[in-house]
């Protein structure tokens, strides 16, 4: 029950911070922006974030364990988030990497027993259209094929 009130805590923190992150992009400020998505990815990772963030998908999601997949969900869509300001700043490479990340940690998830919810499968969509899914490692294109 506490891990349960922890996981949708740290939710209702994740949605305030994405809505603050679309009002500074909106507004042009995108480095703020930049910036609440990195603490706030911080937030959902704990104090292994800098570690986490290296690690390949498969691997983040066995560090953080079956319990905790809600946070790989969380990650991937502010990661998805962060690849649509670094578009807005022109920086497609660093787009590109972020968002081939979401696409991983969601598909990497969902073979671990994740559970995405619409909002989640709406953003698999649109990222699917955004990254070149031959980049992708096999099991993850599967992955996504079922999601």
């Known amino acids: 029950m506490v891990r349960r009130d922890f996981i949708e805590r740290l939710i209702q923190q994740v949605a305030e911070a994405v809505g603050l992150v679309l009002g500074l992009s909106r507004s042009g400020k995108l480095t703020h922006a930049l910036d609440v998505v990195h603490q706030t990815i911080a937030l959902v990772l704990g104090p292994d974030?800098?570690?986490?963030?290296?690690?390949?998908?498969?691997?983040?999601?066995d560090f953080i364990g079956k319990f905790e997949l809600d946070r790989i969900r969380l990650y991937a869509g502010l990661l998805a988030e962060e690849g649509t300001i670094h578009e807005r700043r022109g920086a497609l490479n660093d787009a590109q990497r972020c968002r081939r990340h979401a696409l991983e940690l969601y598909a990497a998830g969902s073979l671990a027993g994740l559970r995405l919810d619409e909002a989640d499968q709406e953003r698999v969509a649109l990222l699917r259209t955004k990254v070149d899914l031959d980049g992708l490692a096999p099991r993850y294109r599967d992955a996504l094929q079922h999601l």
Do not use: D, K, P
């Open 49 to 61: 974030h800098a570690l986490l963030e290296r690690m390949e998908a498969t691997s983040a999601v």
